[in-house]
Nanobody, 128 residues
Framework: EVQVVESGGGLVQAGGSLRLSCAVSVFHFDDYAIGWFRQAPGKEREGVSCISSSIGSTYYADSVKGRFTISSDNAKKTVYLQMNSLKPEDTAVYYC?????????????????????WGQGTQVTVSS
């Protein structure tokens, strides 16, 4: 069974930084693309970023480009989301999810049903 576990959330002031981690227990980590999503109160869950490390591809939502960086440590089967210059509108529960990498392209990485395995989420709160 595949398990996805996020960590690293917390409370930070606007302009600050946080790094989220996503540990994925899967036999063939390279067969998966790992995405980060977020859901703010009263809003739909949205894609933030995704990495398909076996092919060296990364994807970002326009709202986070230039501020967030996704990376992967394949040996540790862990994906990171470095979040800089945080804004109050970044406040949300952040979820990590895994999808078979053949489903993930630049026009599909943000599609929630493509992801088979989801974590429980970690809260990120940015104060103004």
């Amino acid at each position: 069974e595949v398990q996805v576990v996020e960590s690293g959330g917390g409370l930070v002031q606007a302009g600050g930084s946080l790094r989220l981690s996503c540990a994925v227990s899967v036999f063939h980590f390279d067969d998966y693309a790992i995405g980060w999503f977020r859901q703010a109160p009263g809003k739909e869950r949205e894609g933030v970023s995704c990495i398909s490390s076996s092919i060296g591809s990364t994807y970002y939502a326009d709202s986070v480009k230039g501020r967030f960086t996704i990376s992967s440590d394949n040996a540790k089967k862990t994906v990171y989301l470095q979040m800089n210059s945080l804004k109050p509108e970044d406040t949300a529960v952040y979820y990590c999810a895994a999808a078979p990498r053949h489903r993930i392209y630049d026009n599909s990485w943000y599609i929630l049903p493509w992801y088979d395995y989801w974590g429980q989420g970690t809260q990120v709160t940015v104060s103004s």
